[in-house]
């Protein structure tokens, strides 16, 4: 399914060596190692799980439609700029998949999208599948794609996406503050 690399990943693309933290049998996140944290990382998973599907109509009533808007042209100039055909994608805090459209139009080879919240990543991959109920109908993506669910701060990625890698694109465009919130 994946395209096929010609060099293997060097050692050092999988993060800082071992040798410099301690091993946490539970994960490599150091900061999640408190138990408010890890509730805190919950209720952020349970917030974007229980959040419903809006309407356009909904949407566009938003008090800060406009900043989404903004928001979203921001990302597709990034993709656009930085993403080139063929290329293997890992999007953290994929959330629902609503850059799915995006990475297709820059034509990317792989797709990968990880999120904390289990219930947007069955609205992605509802959206992948082409089974939304949305208003415009579109053909299937051109890429594959592996959606899981999980805390991208607390997995071992490496481990996990060992044969998914080397990525030529990482993708972090909204996971970022709560994080800082927690830091």
Same mark, same amino acid.
């Given at each position: 399914?994946?395209?096929?690399?010609?060099?293997?990943?060097s050692s050092?693309s999988f993060?800082?060596?071992?040798?410099?933290?301690k091993?946490?049998p539970?994960?490599?996140?150091?900061?999640?190692?408190?138990?408010?944290?890890?509730?805190?990382?919950?209720?952020? @998973?349970?917030?974007?799980?229980?959040?419903?599907?809006?309407?356009?109509?909904?949407?566009?009533?938003?008090?800060?439609?406009?900043?989404?808007?903004?928001?979203?042209w921001?990302?597709?100039?990034?993709?656009?700029?930085?993403?080139?055909?063929?290329?293997?994608?890992?999007?953290?805090?994929?959330?629902?998949?609503?850059?799915?459209?995006?990475?297709?139009? @820059?034509k990317?080879?792989?797709?990968?999208?990880?999120?904390?919240?289990?219930?947007?990543?069955?609205d992605c991959?509802?959206?992948?599948?082409?089974? @939304?109920?949305?208003?415009?109908r579109?053909?299937?993506?051109?890429?594959p794609a592996?959606?899981?669910c999980?805390?991208?701060?607390?997995?071992?990625?490496?481990?996990?996406?060992a044969d998914? @890698?080397?990525?030529?694109?990482c993708?972090?465009?909204?996971?970022q503050?709560?994080?800082?919130?927690?830091?």
């Open positions: 399914m994946k395209r096929d690399h010609s060099e293997p990943p050092s993060g800082p060596p071992q040798s410099k933290f091993h946490n539970e994960g490599d996140a150091h900061f999640l190692e408190d138990e408010s944290t890890k509730i805190f990382a919950r209720k952020v @998973a349970d917030h974007y799980s229980a959040r419903t599907n809006q309407t356009l109509e909904e949407r566009e009533a938003s008090p800060i439609i406009h900043l989404k808007k903004l928001n979203n921001i990302k597709s100039v990034l993709i656009q700029l930085y993403a080139k055909r063929g290329d293997a994608v890992l999007d953290l805090a994929c959330g629902k998949g609503g850059d799915l459209i995006k990475w297709d139009k @820059a990317v080879g792989y797709y990968v999208g990880i999120d904390i919240a289990d219930g947007s990543i069955e991959r509802t959206r992948y599948n082409g089974d @939304a109920d949305h208003h415009q579109r053909k299937k993506f051109s890429f592996r959606l899981m999980g805390d991208c701060y607390e997995v071992r990625l490496d481990r996990i996406l998914d @890698a080397p990525f030529d694109v993708s972090c465009q909204v996971c503050y709560p994080v800082f919130r927690i830091i």
